[in-house]
């Protein structure tokens, strides 16, 4: 990855989803309270994320969230496989997520995202 992206992606699942929707912002996931940041990973990144931390998992969400709406919060972190990863070090607030919908994963492994 040279330049780095404007917009990442958070797996949700269906009840980190209506949490977000009915407060309008999430604080994050129980290893994102632990780490003291939200993780996110970038496009390339995802399906990796997926197999790692949510293998086996059904009824999950992605959520793109732009970047640039969250400022200094963001922080790009070396990672699984010394990869640049974008981490939050803030909640997220529903108005960063310019897309929101069901995780779409074909039998290949291939992602449909949302828009």
């Known amino acids: 990855m040279s330049a780095l992206p404007d ?14 929707l009915a407060e309008g912002i999430f604080h994050g996931a129980q290893v994102d309270l632990a780490d003291g940041y939200i993780h996110l990973s970038a496009e390339p990144q995802v399906a990796g994320t997926l197999d790692k931390h949510f293998a086996e998992q059904s009824g999950l969400w992605l959520a793109r969230v732009d970047l640039t709406r969250l400022g200094a ?43």
């Open 7 to 20: 917009h990442a992606w958070k797996i949700l699942t269906g009840e980190q989803k209506d949490k977000l």
């Open 73 to 115: 919060s963001v922080r790009w972190e070396l990672s699984r496989g010394d990869a640049l990863f974008p981490h939050i070090y803030a909640p997220l607030p529903l108005s960063a997520v310019t897309a929101l919908g069901p995780l779409q994963r074909a039998a290949d492994g291939t992602i449909t995202y949302p828009v």
